[in-house]
Nanobody, 126 residues
Framework: QVQLVESGGGLVQAGGSLRLSCAASGRTFSTYDMGWFRQPPGKEREFVARISRSSDYIYYADSVKGRFTISRDNAKNTVYLQMNSLKPEDTAVYYC???????????????????WGQGTQVTIST
């Protein structure tokens, strides 16, 4: 198993930046595909970004492409989400998730990820 703990959320003005971190413990971090999801207030959880075990394959939701960057440091057991040019519609609870394997066809599906963090709140003000 793997345990995930997110950090780095907060309140920022539109146009600002935040960097989320997700620290993993437990089984070898490098064996997991990692994803970031978010749940805006009153809405369903949605896919944000995914990174494969060796960072070979990276995908983003269209809504964040060009503004967000996912990365990982397997030596530090951590995955990051750098968020730039933030918009009020980015307001959400952000979750990191881990999967032993996610087929490229299904990486957007939250139910393909078996491990989740507790979430960190990101609020963007106008």
């Amino acid at each position: 198993q793997v345990q995930l703990v997110e950090s780095g959320g907060g309140l920022v003005q539109a146009g600002g930046s935040l960097r989320l971190s997700c620290a993993a413990s437990g089984r070898t971090f490098s064996t997991y595909d990692m994803g970031w999801f978010r749940q805006p207030p009153g809405k369903e959880r949605e896919f944000v970004a995914r990174i494969s075990r060796s960072s070979d394959y990276i995908y983003y939701a269209d809504s964040v492409k060009g503004r967000f960057t996912i990365s990982r440091d397997n030596a530090k057991n951590t995955v990051y989400l750098q968020m730039n040019s933030l918009k009020p519609e980015d307001t959400a609870v952000y979750y990191c998730a881990a999967a032993t394997f996610v087929n490229d066809r299904y990486y957007r599906n939250a139910n393909r990820y078996g491990y989740w963090g507790q979430g960190t709140q990101v609020t963007i003000s106008t």
